[in-house]
Each structure stands twice: as C-alpha cells, then as structure tokens.
C-alpha cells in the first residue's frame, strides 16, 4: 500500500529523524567528554599519590560488605539540557500524538473539528500524511 504524503509530511518525518540523530549524537559527544575528563582525573590523583573517590562501605541484605567508591557530582549545563531534551521531546510527540488521534476519531465519528476535515487532509496530503509523522 503506497502511502500519499506530501511535504509538509515528509518534513515533519525527516526533521523527527534528523532531531533524534543529533541527540544521540549530542550525548555520545557528552558522553566521550565526561568519560575523558573522568579518566584525566584519575590519572592525576595516581600521580599525585592520592586516591581518586572516597571509600565507601555497604552492607547488602545478604550480610557480605562491600567496597563501592563515591565520586562527587558536579552538573552541568550541556548535560542537564541533554538529559531534558530525553525527557521533554518524547513527551512532546505523545502530546501530538494524542492530538492527531482526536482529529482523526474526532472527523472520523462526524463530530465538528476547527477548522474542517477537508482542511486536514488538504494540509497533510491525507490521513497517512497527518498520523505518520
């Protein structure tokens, strides 16, 4: 089944996509970042003789202590905006995602939805165009 889509449709398939690999490639970059700054540390305490993390003692349900190492935090700016952007944009396409599929049982069932539904299928190309992307 060949699907009608026209512009607009394929560039909202192509901007979802497009956005999605500059995410995972925004935090891949943070990621690698992180990770080097991490490593740089380490090896400046093992030079300095000093030990990287503090010690950290648990007691697990099963009685055996374990050694854990607690490193401190610090946020970032590039980080909290990467983490909130994983957040927000996926909840962003529920939310359209729910809006087309009120427009689509909303002029599906013969109920009124502004501006028309001939407007919606003009706009869109046809209801493959609107629910797709």
Not at 50 to 63: A, I, R
Not at 65 to 79: D, E, I, T
Not at 81 to 92: D, F, G, K, M, N
Request: proline share 5%; hydrophobic share 45%; with cysteine.
């Amino acid at each position: 089944m060949a699907m009608n889509l026209n512009s607009l449709s394929w560039g909202l398939i192509y901007g979802q996509v497009g956005l999605l690999a500059a995410m995972a490639v925004l935090t891949s970059l943070f990621t690698a970042y992180r990770n080097r700054v991490f490593t740089n540390v380490n090896r400046a305490c093992k030079r300095d003789s000093k030990e990287f993390g503090s010690s950290l003692l648990f007691h697990s349900p099963d009685s055996v202590p374990r050694q854990f190492k607690q490193y401190g935090y610090r946020s970032s700016l590039a980080g909290t905006l990467i983490i909130y952007s994983w957040v927000v944009l996926p909840l962003a396409g529920y939310l359209v995602m729910i809006w087309g599929c009120w427009i689509s049982y909303s002029i599906s069932d013969g109920l009124w939805f502004p501006p028309s539904a001939q407007y919606w299928e003009e706009t869109f190309g046809s209801w493959d165009g609107l629910m797709l992307p």
